[in-house]
């Protein structure tokens, strides 16, 4: 078993054939020691719901290897999508390096088509670029292909195709590309979300790449609320989290209890000057934003885009609107329409346990200490605590007495 004890023993040479392996869920709250690092110490990244891609050190060139091939991906229990993506899962694995680094990228194409790697917001020779037939040829499947640069800057990237993108794209095939700045930050905990939209018709499981505006899933890192991992910090910690969109559509992405500093883009750090609070975030399609702010507040606060159906599941768009309609009786209908259901008369909060065609998910599903979390998509929750000594998932938090409101009568 992997410990903090035997990472930090463990030497630079290892840390660096181990680097990703070891920034798994328990390593990710650790520091990474400045003497394993070739350029400066960083607080690594945590990607929810998914994984840092390893590396290894080569001649001073930190290799990674990328595999572009199909996958399954479960966007919560009980549903699973054939998606594409990288090294086995949407969005691919986060790419971590530092401002100086040099990097030498090795892209083997599983695929049944023709593929390429384009590096979102990197400052890097034209010919490593990634746009298939202006930059270089396409990679065939069966091919490897590799792109070497070194980093001369600092900020949230990203990695995508730029060869049949429309369809490669809307399957999943994307991810981050991370490089720290060559000084040390004050940053406890470092998140990064990829914020992306699909069309998933019920009860099947390949998204419809042809769908342009009319989507009816949402994700965090390719996951739907309840199956998106809480974000855990203690109280104290500096909180910076990254957004990541090459979705059709912007995402205005909210957080409870708290405001916050936007503080980079995939363009560079944002200057202190040009900063102020706000409690919302507009993500623009191909783009990416950095937040920060300070868990002082502790409590488990809502965190979701704030366009109402990016927060529902599975929706179907073709359904009448019949709230304030009194219907007929289910039991006469149900004698020509064997299976039927009114949907929807009085809102669709009691809908979530309906039946519902198999590998679909309902459209608005969760349970929390109080009742049924109506929510779904883009959401899940921001958990802050006093004193924890892990940042393994609290469970729900316990409101003082005296802090929740109380039914009344008259």
Same mark, same amino acid.
């Given at each position: 078993m992997i410990t903090r004890r035997n990472i930090l023993s463990s030497g630079a040479a290892l840390f660096a054939a181990g680097a990703g392996l070891l920034r798994g869920r328990d390593a990710q709250a650790l520091p990474v020691p400045a003497q394993a690092v070739p350029r400066g110490p960083y607080r690594p990244v945590v990607t929810p719901n998914g994984s840092t891609?390893? $590396?290894?050190?080569?001649?001073?060139?930190?290799?990674?290897?990328?595999?572009?091939?199909?996958? /399954?991906?479960?966007?919560?229990? !009980?549903? %699973?999508?054939?998606? $594409?993506?990288?090294?086995?899962?949407?969005?691919?694995?986060? %790419?971590?390096?530092?401002?100086?680094?040099?990097?030498?990228?090795?892209?083997?194409?599983?695929?049944?088509?023709?593929?390429?790697?384009?590096?979102?917001?990197?400052?890097?020779?034209? !010919?490593? #670029?990634?746009?298939?037939?202006?930059?270089?040829?396409? %990679?065939?499947?069966?091919?490897?292909?590799?792109?070497?640069?070194?980093?001369?800057?600092?900020?949230?990237?990203?990695?995508h195709p730029h060869s049949d993108e429309m369809v490669q794209m809307a399957l999943g095939m994307m991810g981050f590309f991370i490089v720290h700045p060559r000084a040390a930050e004050r940053v406890d905990r470092d998140f990064c979300i990829m914020l992306h939209e699909w069309f998933v018709a019920p009860g099947t499981s390949r998204p419809n790449p042809a769908v342009m505006t009319d989507f009816n899933m949402f994700t965090f890192n390719s996951r739907?609320?309840?199956?998106?991992?809480?974000?855990?910090? /203690? /109280?104290?910690?500096?909180?910076?989290?990254?957004f990541g969109n090459l979705s059709m559509d912007s995402h205005p992405i909210h957080l409870h209890g708290y405001s916050f500093e936007q503080t980079g883009t995939d363009g560079g750090p944002t200057p202190s000057s040009a900063r102020f609070p706000e409690t919302t975030v507009n993500v623009p399609v191909g783009a990416t934003r950095d937040v920060e702010f300070v868990a002082d507040a502790p409590g488990d606060w809502a965190f979701h885009c704030h366009k109402s159906h990016h927060t529902m599941n599975a929706m179907s768009h073709e359904l009448p609107n019949m709230i304030g309609v009194a219907p007929?009786? @289910?039991?006469?209908?149900?004698?020509?329409?064997?299976?039927?259901?009114?949907?929807?008369?009085?809102?669709?909060?009691?809908?979530?346990?309906?039946?519902?065609?198999?590998?679909?998910?309902?459209?608005?599903?969760?349970?929390?200490?109080?009742? #049924?979390?109506?929510?779904?998509?883009?959401?899940?929750?921001?958990?802050?605590?006093?004193?924890?000594?892990?940042? @393994?998932?609290?469970? $729900?938090?316990?409101?003082?007495?005296?802090?929740?409101?109380? /039914?009344?009568?008259?």
């Open positions: 891609l390893p $590396w290894t050190l080569k001649d001073g060139v930190k290799e990674f290897r990328l595999i572009a091939e199909p996958v /399954k991906r479960e966007f919560a229990a !009980g549903m %699973i999508v054939d998606a $594409w993506g990288y090294n086995g899962q949407t969005p691919g694995p986060t %790419i971590e390096v530092v401002e100086g680094d040099r990097v030498r990228l090795f892209v083997t194409n599983r695929l049944p088509e023709r593929t390429s790697v384009h590096w979102h917001g990197v400052r890097l020779p034209n !010919g490593m #670029d990634g746009v298939a037939g202006l930059n270089q040829p396409h %990679i065939a499947p069966g091919e490897t292909y590799v792109y070497e640069f070194t980093l001369k800057q600092h900020g949230t990237m990203m990695y739907v609320w309840p199956g998106t991992d809480a974000l855990v910090a /203690k /109280k104290g910690d500096r909180v910076r989290i990254r007929a009786s @289910d039991d006469k209908l149900a004698r020509v329409l064997p299976g039927t259901m009114s949907m929807g008369n009085n809102g669709m909060g009691g809908m979530m346990d309906m039946g519902r065609p198999p590998n679909t998910l309902p459209m608005m599903s969760g349970a929390g200490p109080f009742g #049924d979390i109506e929510m779904g998509g883009m959401f899940t929750v921001v958990k802050v605590r006093e004193g924890i000594t892990s940042y @393994d998932d609290p469970g $729900w938090y316990k409101n003082p007495e005296g802090t929740t409101p109380k /039914k009344v009568t008259g």
